[in-house]
């Protein structure tokens, strides 16, 4: 590892003018679970380290969970594990069901949700030292021919193909949240869906913000008239249940009017198949109007995988989009559940 | 390396710890009621999981743990 200067500032003002004077040349550490495996595999080498252990507890913002369902706001600072099972967070089971599934407990008591939004990708290329691929100043990004199979699949228009490895994001987004992001001098509020991006070169990261701005929070406000209920739920589909990455995720969320089972305002988000996080308005067009069964959730999946490009070895994950994008939805409705047969 | 101290298969939950009977974990297949030995458990490494959903979630859609599934207010508690 490569020596650096340690910076523990106890507020956010001194966290903030550090990530200035900076000027892209500091890390910020919250759980480490993310930034020290980088760090000892010299995938990234930052002069200064920004630990917001100083002030994260005694700044509510950023360590607490805090509102009334349905505006329910999440410090970046929060441990997964207080989300799986915070009692705020109950009406949102694609995010709790999501946190919960997270890797295993020593990283879901360490890891915060600032740190699920903002990691590196995890391909294999990208977390070799000895390869320069195209987000390490290469020309070229190696798992276009070579090992893919964890790759994404919506690949049009993107010289890297990497896959967004945030499972918080797509239950995030179908539930309509917004980042309050700060800097020194500024303070901006941005939809989560304009948090991500698709990296293309060295220096560029998985998400926008700017070296020396600082998520603090995300905003969960779900548009649902009055007196309707809201459904929602996410899907993953892993190699194993637990230490693991999804293959594939899909977040679902809609609202059902009073006595009634049709659904509307239909968000359906995808995960681990594109470089960001995908809203597919296309899947949620299906749905939208529809009452909510085999056949509609069945006809929603398939529109889901309309546009994918997979890469040699991950055809396989179209398939399996179909079916996390089904049982999603079908366990929003509070269908027969997916282990009942 | 020590393996964990474990006493004689037992049937039916460890004193104190009324749970779920669908919550599992590999120690606990492999020790039984000794899984409280197993030193995962111990440092609080333990994955567990519901053998109804087969996932680290219940079928509410909870964690499924030891904590949470000693649980007696949800729904898909079912008393060991």
């Known amino acids: 590892m490569k020596n650096f200067t340690y910076y523990q500032p106890t507020s956010l003002s001194g966290v903030l003018k550090v990530l200035d004077e900076a000027a892209g040349k500091a890390e910020i550490l919250a759980g480490g679970t993310d930034l020290l495996d980088r760090m000892k595999e010299y995938i990234s080498q ?6 917001l ?3 994260s507890g005694p700044f509510k913002e950023i360590s607490s969970i805090a509102g009334h369902p349905p505006t329910v706001t999440i410090g970046a600072g929060v441990k997964l594990v207080n989300i799986a099972e915070s009692e705020l ?3 949102y089971p694609a995010l709790t069901s999501a946190a919960a599934q997270i890797a295993g407990p020593q990283i879901r008591n360490m890891g915060t949700l600032g740190g ?3 990691q590196r990708n995890r391909c294999w290329y990208f977390r070799d030292e000895h390869v320069q691929c195209l987000l390490k100043g290469g020309r070229r990004c190696f798992a276009h021919d070579g090992e893919n199979q964890y790759h994404a699949i919506f690949t049009q228009g993107h010289p890297c193909v990497i896959v967004h490895p945030s499972t918080l994001a797509p239950p995030l987004m179908v539930l309509g949240a917004t980042c309050d992001i ?11 869906e304009q948090l991500f991006q698709a990296p293309v070169k060295d220096g560029q990261r998985e998400h926008t913000l700017a070296p020396n701005e600082l998520l603090v929070s995300v905003t969960i406000a779900p548009k649902i008239p009055p007196g309707a209920t809201l459904r929602n739920a996410s899907y993953e589909v892993k190699q194993k249940e637990t230490s693991d990455w999804p293959i594939v995720q899909a977040s679902v969320a809609y609202y059902t009017e009073a006595g009634g089972q049709v659904a509307k305002g239909v968000r359906i988000a995808l995960g681990h198949v594109a470089p960001t996080p995908l809203l597919s308005p296309a899947a949620a067009k299906v749905l939208e109007g529809q009452e909510v069964n085999e056949k509609t959730a069945s006809a929603a999946a398939e529109a889901a995988v309309e546009g994918a490009r997979p890469l040699s070895q991950n055809a396989y994950k179209v398939q399996q989009l179909k079916v996390a994008v089904r049982r999603a939805i079908l366990l929003a409705s509070g269908a027969k559940p997916y282990w009942e047969g | 390396m020590e393996l964990p101290q474990v006493g004689p298969h037992e049937v039916g939950p460890h004193a104190g710890l009324t749970r779920c009977i669908h919550l599992q974990s590999k120690a606990m297949a492999v020790y039984g009621e000794g899984f409280t030995a197993d030193p995962d458990f111990q440092n609080d490494l333990t994955d567990f999981t519901c053998l109804k959903t087969g996932r680290p979630l ?4 909870g964690p499924a743990n030891l904590t949470q599934c000693c649980n007696a207010e949800r729904d898909c508690y079912e008393e060991y």
């Open chain 1, 116 to 118: 699920s939004l903002c």
């Open chain 1, 53 to 55: 252990v100083g002030f």
């Open chain 1, 182 to 192: 700060r800097s020194h001098k500024a303070q901006r509020q941005i939809p989560i």
């Open chain 1, 46 to 51: 930052p002069e200064k380290v920004v630990s």
């Open chain 1, 89 to 91: 967070l109950r009406p």
């Open chain 2, 58 to 61: 219940g079928p509410d859609n």
